[in-house]
């Protein structure tokens, strides 16, 4: 079975950090992608940051500059480190994986974690 746990939201300030990260766990042989989303209340799911198994990374244009995202293919985590939030950055953040496990090649979702930026 795997699963993917996200750690590290919370409350905090405009113009505040916070780092989340992500762990996955189970019978996973590789890794092709392990991202981040985030959703708004009233708005679609939409892609934060995204890393491939060959180290090549990519983030949104409403986050760049202030969003990096950083994965570890050893211990099959990745991290997002935010910095100078906004308010508008307040959603829930998922962690997303697309890897090959004992039943094939399948897509997982973490459970999420809120992060609120507000004063």
């Known amino acids: 079975q795997v699963r993917l746990v996200e750690s590290g939201g919370g409350l905090v300030q405009p113009g505040g950090s916070l780092r989340l990260s992500c762990a996955a766990s189970?019978?996973?042989?590789?890794?092709?992608?392990m991202d981040w989303y985030r959703q708004a209340p009233g708005k679609q799911r939409e892609l934060v940051a995204g890393?491939?198994?060959?180290?090549?990374?990519n983030v949104g244009d409403s986050v760049q500059g202030r969003f990096t995202i950083s994965r570890d293919n050893a211990k099959n985590t990745v991290n997002l480190q935010m910095n100078s939030l906004k308010p508008e950055d307040t959603a829930v953040y998922y962690c997303?994986?697309?890897?090959?496990?004992?039943?094939?090649?399948?897509?997982?979702w973490g459970q999420g974690t809120q992060v609120t930026v507000s004063s």
């Open positions: 997303y994986a697309d890897l090959l496990g004992t039943y094939g090649r399948q897509k997982y």
């Open positions: 890393s491939g198994s060959g180290g090549s990374t």
């Open positions: 189970g019978n996973i042989f590789t890794i092709y992608a």
